[in-house]
Every structure is written in C-alpha cells, then in structure tokens.
C-alpha cells in the first residue's frame, strides 16, 4: 500500500521519487510504521505535480550538495523551507476549484485503515529523524516519528492534515547556522476552516470552524468524495545545543534505569551460577579427583561416578556432522557479534549511519567463516570425521540458506502487499553473491587449515565397546535438563531482549550498545557456568552422551526467547493482519534459531574444556 499527501497512487503508477529541494536542504518521507501491523508502507507524491519538480530538482541540484539517502526507502518531499524564514500555513497540493484534493469512499477507507492501526510516519531532515515531544510524569520525552491521526472516545477516526516542521538551529558563527533539531506538531483542522490568499498559500479561520478532520468511509456512497486539505507550516527556534551534540535528545529516549536494574538481576544470575560452580569445582571435584587417584592403589573397589565413564566420554556423538555444522556456525555468529559489538561500543558506529549496523554485521559475519572454518574442521576431526569438503560446505551454507529462504518466502507476501519492508531484489542478488563469493571460500580455507592443524587433544582413549547408560533420574532426562538449563541465561538478558523488540518492531532508538555488551558478557558467563553445572551432573549419573546435550542445554534459552517474541507480539504490538503476523513470527524464528546456536555454541565449548580437564586430572591405566 501506498500513501500520498494529494492522493493514493497505486505502485504500478508510480516512478522515481521525487525530489523537491529547499534552499540549503530537503526534507524527506521514510516509511511510515506502526505497532498494530509489521508492515510499514511508504510515503508517495501526486502525479500531477512530478514535471514541475523533477525540472527544479534538476536545475537546483546544480547548485547545492545532495545527501544520497536509500531511495528504494525514502522519498523526498514537497516542502519549501528556507532558512529562518517560518511559513505559518503552505497549501502542499491544491484542486483546481477547492483549497484542497477531493478522495473517493475507497481512498478514505485506506487512510482511516492506517489511523487506526496506529500508524507512525518518519521525517528526516539534514539526516535527522522526526520527533513528537511528550511529558512523561512531568519529564520530557521524545517518540520517533508522529501519528497519522488519531481514534476520538465516539470511535470517531481523525486525521492530522497539518503539521509544523519545528527546526531547532544553532548558531556556530555570525550568520551561519546548523540544523541541530526537528520536531513535528500535528493539527486537525477541518476542509472548511481553509482559505486560499495566494498560490501556495492559506490561512486558518479556527473561530468560524473548530471543528476537528474527521473521516467517516462507512457513512460514504461509492460515488462520494470527501475533501482534505493538507498544509503544513514551518518554524525556525534558536537553540544552544551544539552540532556534535545533536543526537542527544534522541538517544535519551531509552530508561536507563531500566537497563541498569537489567545490569543487576543478570550479575545476580552470574553471582548464583559462580557460587554453585564454585562449590562443585572447588569442593565436589577437586574431593572427587582426590579420592579417583587415591583409589588407583586398591584394586578391590569399584570406580564409580564420573570417572567410571572415561572409556565413553570422549566416543562420537550420533550425527557429528550436524554438530559441527551447528557449532561451526555458532563459532561464525560469535565472532561477528564480538566484533561489530566491539565497534559499536568504541562509538564507530554513528546514529546518523543509517543501516550501519547491519551492514557492519553481515560484512564480518562473511569474513568470519574462516575462523568458523578452522574451529569447525578441528572438531570434526575430533569426532573422527573424514570427508572435510563436504562438511565445510554444509557449514558454510546450512545458516545462510535458512535465512535466505525464509527471507524469500517472506519477501514474496510482503511483495504481494506492496509494502517497504520487503528486501530488495538487488540487495538479495547481491547478498547471494557475497555469500558465495566471499563466506564459502573463506570457510573452505578455514576448513582446509584446521584439518591440516589436527583434532582436539582428548586425555583418554575411546573403548571400543561401548557402555550401557543406567536409568536416569527424572530431572536428569534431556526435556528437562534443556528446559531446566535455559531459563537462567533467559532470565540474564530479558529485560534487555525488550528493548532490542521495541528497537527493531516500534522504530524506536537503540544505542546503548555498552549495555548490550555487559548483557553479552553476562550471558556468555551464564551459559558457560549452567552448561558446566549440567554436564557434570549428567556425568556423575554415569551418562556419558554429554555432546549433543551440552549444545542444547546452553541452546535451550532460544526457546523462552521465542516464547517472548509471542508474549510480545500478543501483549504490545496487536497485529491482526496475516502477513504482518507472518513476517513477525518468520523473523523471530531466525533471531531465536541464531540466538540458539551462538549459545548452544558457548556451552558446548565450555562443558568440552571442562570434561577434557577433569579427565586429565585423573590416573587412568
């Protein structure tokens, strides 16, 4: 669906964007969102009005520096602004005998569908996002973007057809001044409170007509036709916040004492994960592998515990090749987010770098195959593996083919309602090409040097027969033990798993990153310490299968974050269209499956460094 200022205009009618430039910038439309449909729509121009300005965006672009912005998403608007000369009212489009554009029964229904949905349009000036000013229990606060209209008590939709552009300027030499705010006020104003003084130009008689812009389709013909005026007005404020300190208003949004308590319930997690640990290391174990050796002297008792598996522990695992599969991806999302987290904390990852972030993201996440490569052959010749170009190929297309074909499944009803929120063609095209032109050959050298390097040192040999595992205790079957297991490192990161939601479903700002990587942090401790916990119980109870078990141990807090994603999507964002469902529970079952194997991956390798070190602390014959 698309969405004009003057008219509706259908995607099939509609060509390049177009550019209206003011004297020293321009102010364009970016896809407007909402929190009742995962679907944002983009912003469109009126036919009639596209000759004039591609010739004056031809003629002024001579003249001035153009920011190049992604055009497949945002659209340059119709505004005239120039600096420090407010407007009070500009007509944006004019009929040929009224004030304002006339609108069929079906174009109204479509706008009064967005007002209701909750629709949020997003304006960018000089690079800055819109923002509407709300008081929050007395406090100030800043929302991205503003609404489209609004539903009155009656159920009565009203439209918001004039705004104020409210440019915050700040004056760094005489004459010379820099954008360093933009706020957007919203009215409605009723059709016949209009009226023309000049071509362009208006004026409001609000004494004679108070009366709101309210749109009714239900109690519209198919033949009638509702006039809306839009107008918009312009105002210039001085203000002392300085250029480099622009962003601050913005990226204030967030509570950061929500995060801080975020902070302190996950070192709490870490803090009781530390203490049990420590008692099974320092006490259980550490008595445990000096009773193992004392024990070596007498012949007549039984070994029993942990160590009587030491013939089993280090046998292959059923389905290797998908383990290393899954952990050899893990090792590949772990670097990528080590790294770009690294960046993003150092502050060389701007606000202001639109799309940044995951650029950053999916550039390292290829460069990472390598190391993946490496670490995945190594443990593929650890379980005994021999075909290595095979599995370095499945390791290096398992992941990206998921995404890329859940993502074109998506891409196709997302397409089929003509939304922004589809990906591109091109950027899938060329996604494909570095996918195998630079992360499977990467892979496949990593592969190739980490075979060459050899298999992990195991302390004990694998007995060729292999043990009967006893009956486990209820706790201790692999449900529960995975369900068990990830509810503390699901508990760690919560809180900050809201934001990051809010961040990438509402449009909100999310930019501290220094939290993020102290959650990270907290998380990897947590997956380590629980899987470490885990992995010697099951030991102790003389089940020797801890390969697989470990993964899903540590992996198994995927699982709540899913649960969370529909907690989320039931309690916050009310979405009741089908393909918006689809695409938010499509793209929460790719966050939740990487989540999975990045933890599944920190725990596998922290119970593998456990179990070899406790084996090697111990006298076998």
């Known amino acids: 669906m698309n ?44 036919e009639q009005k596209q000759e004039q300005n591609r010739k004056e965006t031809k003629n002024k672009a001579k003249n001035r520096k153009e920011l190049k912005l992604n055009t497949k998403k945002k659209r340059f608007g119709v505004f005239q602004l120039h600096m420090n000369n407010n407007v009070s009212c500009a007509l944006l489009c004019e ?100 009226k023309r003084v000049a071509p362009g130009k208006c004026s409001v008689d609000l004494d004679k007509h108070p009366q709101r812009m309210m749109i009714d389709p239900s109690n519209m013909k198919d033949t009638d036709t509702v006039e809306i ?46 203490g049990i640990c420590a008692v099974i290391v320092v006490r259980t174990l550490r008595r445990d592998i000096a009773r193992y050796n004392d024990d070596e002297d007498d012949d007549t008792l039984e070994p ?30 772990l670097g990528m987010l080590l790294v770009t987290l690294a960046f993003a904390v150092l502050g060389m990852l701007s606000p202001a770098s639109r799309g940044a972030l ?8 290829m460069f990472m195959g390598l190391i993946a490569g490496y670490y995945a ?50 950027t899938m095209l060329a996604l494909l090409c570095m996918w195998f032109g630079i992360s499977l050959p990467l892979t496949m050298g990593g592969f190739f040097f980490g075979f060459r390097k050899g298999a992990f040192s195991v302390p004990i040999s694998v007995n060729q027969i292999p043990r009967q595992v006893p009956p486990q205790q209820w706790y201790l079957q692999p449900t529960v ?55 010697y119980l099951q030991l102790c109870a003389e089940d020797y299968k801890w390969w697989w078990r470990s993964f ?30 689809l695409m938010f529970f499509g793209y929460s079952f790719l966050m939740s499956f990487a989540f999975f194997l990045l933890t599944g991956t920190i725990g596998f390798f922290a119970a593998f460094f456990f179990v070899r070190k406790i084996y090697g602390s111990i006298k076998i014959e």
Request: some cysteine.
């Open 95 to 194: 009929g040929t005998d009224t004030v304002g554009m006339q609108y069929s029964k079906a174009q109204v229904q479509r706008l009064a569908k967005f007002i209701r949905a909750e629709y949020r349009a997003h304006w960018l000036l000089d690079n800055l996002p819109s923002a509407t000013r709300i008081v929050v229990d007395g406090k100030q606060k800043y929302i991205e973007g503003f609404p489209l209209g609004y539903v009155g008590q009656r159920m009565e939709v009203n439209l918001f057809n004039h705004v104020v552009l409210v440019v915050k300027v700040h004056e760094y030499e005489e004459n010379a001044w820099r954008i360093v705010g933009f706020e957007i006020k919203t009215a409605s104003i009723e059709s016949k409170a209009y």
């Open 3 to 46: 969405i004009t200022f003057c008219r509706f205009v259908g995607p099939r009618k509609s060509t390049a964007a177009l550019r209206t430039w003011a004297r020293f910038f321009a102010v364009t439309a970016s896809p407007i969102s909402r929190t009742r449909s995962a679907c944002p729509s983009q912003w469109q121009r009126t």
């Open 481 to 535: 033990s995975i369900l068990a297991a990830g509810v503390l490192p699901f508990g760690a990161v919560f809180i900050e798993l809201f934001f990051i939601y809010s961040a990438i479903w509402e449009n909100q700002f999310y930019y501290l990153f220094g939290f993020l990587f102290l959650v990270f942090l907290v998380l990897l401790v947590s997956c380590s310490e629980i899987t470490i916990v885990m992995v």
């Open 304 to 333: 029993t515990g942990w160590k009587i598996v030491h013939g089993d522990v280090f046998r292959a695992p059923v389905q290797a090749e998908w383990l290393v599969t899954f952990v050899g991806t893990g090792v590949q999302l």
């Open 358 to 365: 995951m650029t950053v993201g999916v550039f390292i996440f």
């Open 229 to 274: 005026v839009w107008s918009y007005g312009v105002r210039f404020e001085p203000s002392p916040v300085a250029w480099a300190s622009r962003w601050d208003a913005y990226l204030e949004m967030s509570d950061s004492d929500i995060h801080w308590f975020s902070i302190v319930n996950s070192l709490i997690t870490v803090v009781f994960l530390s």
């Open 377 to 426: 052959a190594r443990l593929y010749k650890t379980v005994n593996g021999q075909n290595w170009k095979m599995q370095a190929i499945r390791t290096a297309v398992f992941f990206p083919a998921l995404v890329f074909g859940v993502g074109f499944v998506l891409n196709f009803f997302i397409w089929g309602r003509q939304s922004s929120g589809a990906v591109p063609f091109t």
């Open 552 to 581: 899903l141990m540590s992996g198994g807090c995927a699982i709540y974050v899913f649960l969370y994603s529909v907690f989320y999507y039931v309690q916050k964002l009310h979405i009741s269209d089908g393909v918006a469902t």
